[in-house]
């Protein structure tokens, strides 16, 4: 086991408004593996990745990576272990408007030890030709191409995507699946990725269905297919 989930419980609010999201959830992942969190809007599946990416901290249960917790990290710590071991991947791309292509993929190598080749990646993503362009010079697609390149160019063992496809077309949507594929089988990273588009699903190793706050369903997949193949 590479990531324990041990009995998360989140609310938000209190009194009359006290919401709980997350109601006691528990799984495991290993070293590698694709999860796809699947679950409609309010689910709690943006929560449940917070948290295990240290952005939000649980009510109570713990996260453990690697056989650390993140429960009993100082704040200090922990911001050391987001640096280190964590990728993320928005919906929105949140790049440094006045830093072209590569420098917005290089604030990603500064934070890490060990980061990847900066040109290696950008060719992998296919954006070596725009690498000079600022961010309001490329397509959305290739915006979340450099906002991925930055994730991944720290090494992270563990990548969060929250649904990285959500504000793409369909072909663009596609592309960017397939190079999450490619990061996968290519760098290794363990990918947990938060998605309401039910196709998705068939591409991931394991598939973790949340609804209202717990989990209706965990299964692993026996007959995944490519990201080329998938549609809806």
């Not at 419980?9 to 209190?14: C, D, M, N, S, T």
């Not at 709690?44 to 993140?70: F, H, P, Q, V, W």
Request: with cysteine; glycine share 10%.
């Amino acid at each position: 086991m590479f990531i324990g989930i041990s009995d998360i419980k989140k609310h938000f609010g209190e009194g009359e408004s006290r919401v709980e999201v997350l109601k006691g959830i528990s799984f495991e992942l290993e070293k590698g593996e694709f999860c796809v969190l699947l679950g409609p809007s309010g689910s709690g599946k943006s929560t449940l990745l917070n948290i295990i990416g240290g952005i939000d901290r649980a009510d109570s249960g713990y996260i453990s990576i690697g056989g650390e917790k993140t429960a009993d990290m100082s704040e200090k710590a922990l911001t050391q272990y987001r640096r280190k071991h964590l990728g993320y991947i928005f919906q929105m791309y949140n790049l440094i408007p006045n830093l072209n292509i590569k420098e917005n993929i290089e604030v990603g190598a500064y934070l890490s030890d060990n980061p990847l080749n900066v040109d290696d990646i950008l060719r992998t993503l296919g954006l070596y030709e725009h690498r000079h362009k600022l961010p309001n010079q490329l397509s959305g697609g290739q915006q979340q191409r450099t906002a991925i390149g930055r994730a991944i160019v720290k090494n992270p063992d563990i990548l969060l995507c929250d649904e990285p496809t959500g504000a793409l077309d369909y072909n663009t949507s596609k592309e960017i699946l397939k190079l999450i594929e490619t990061v996968n089988q290519k760098y290794g990273s363990t990918i947990i990725m938060v998605t309401h588009n039910d196709a998705i699903k068939n591409m991931a190793d394991r598939v973790v269905k949340l609804r209202d706050g717990v989990i209706r369903k965990n299964t692993v997949n026996e007959k995944k297919v490519s990201a080329e193949e998938l549609e809806w």
